[in-house]
């Protein structure tokens, strides 16, 4: 099965999310904000900000971002629902790991964390991963694809 002659392969941009409108009242936001921006330097659109209506976060380039909407019956994920970012080395995984860990510790009871692991895939690959949640319905699975020669 083929499909339509792109020019350029599509590729995913963002997740949209539901929160209680609470979530989305300024210091909600602010918590939002400090922790994906420490964990993976998000920024927020200041001016796409709604208070206790819509929150965006950009992921290093305007198309990828996080879009935080508030409603009166928000989104429930089962735990190990996710949206998955990469991290282009090793170094890079093992630096984000860290700050989620030390999020973690700072808020034991607002941070939800599964540790790193590594999986080996035939001596190819070992696909490096961890999950971590914050205020959102959603985990992030943060991964690095090592690959071997």
Excluded: C
């Amino acid at each position: 099965m083929t499909g339509p002659p792109f020019s350029r392969p599509p590729r995913f941009n963002h997740i949209a999310v539901s929160v209680a409108p609470d979530e989305l009242d300024s210091a909600g936001r602010s918590a939002i904000v400090e922790f994906y921006g420490d964990l993976l330097g998000t920024t927020e659109y200041p001016e796409m900000t709604r208070d206790r209506a819509q929150l965006v976060l950009g992921l290093h380039t305007h198309e990828q971002f996080f879009y935080i909407v508030a409603e009166d019956d928000p989104m429930r994920a089962p735990r190990m629902d996710h949206v998955g970012v990469s991290v282009s080395t090793l170094e890079d995984f093992h630096e984000v790991a860290r700050r989620a860990a030390t999020w973690k510790q700072r808020l034991p009871d607002e941070v939800e964390l599964i540790e790193p692991s590594a999986e080996d895939f035939a001596g190819v690959l070992r696909l490096h991963s961890f999950y971590v949640r914050h205020r959102l319905p959603i985990m992030v699975e943060v991964q690095h694809f090592e690959f071997f020669s």
